[in-house]
Nanobody, 126 residues
């Protein structure tokens, strides 16, 4: 079983940057596809970025392309999300997720992810 712990959330002004981290333990991390999702009250969980197990294939929601970068350090069992040029609409609870597959058919859909972290809050003020 995989355990995921997110960190790095916080409050930032619009235009600022944050880097989220997700530490994984309990499984062969290098064989897992990973994703970042976000959710605000009353809305469905939204896929933000995803990466296949090998770390070479990445996927982004249109709303974050060019601003967010996902990366995966298999040696450190850690997933990252670098978020630049943050906007107030980016504010949400961000979740890290893991899928026990080297690739998933629809990487930004939460359906294929087996394990989830507890979330880290991101607040962006205008």
């Amino acid at each position: 079983e995989v355990q995921l712990v997110e960190s790095g959330g916080g409050s930032v002004q619009a235009g600022g940057s944050l880097r989220l981290s997700c530490a994984a333990s309990g499984a062969t991390y290098s064989t897992y596809s990973m994703g970042w999702f976000r959710q605000t009250p009353g809305k469905e969980r939204e896929g933000v970025a995803a990466i296949y197990a090998g770390g070479r294939s990445t996927f982004y929601a249109d709303s974050v392309k060019g601003r967010f970068t996902i990366s995966k350090d298999n040696a450190k069992n850690t997933l990252y999300l670098q978020m630049n040029s943050l906007k107030p609409e980016d504010a949400a609870m961000f979740y890290c997720a893991a899928a026990a597959r080297v690739a998933v058919p629809f990487p930004l859909r939460p359906t294929y992810y087996n394990y989830w972290g507890q979330g880290t809050q991101v607040t962006v003020s205008s």
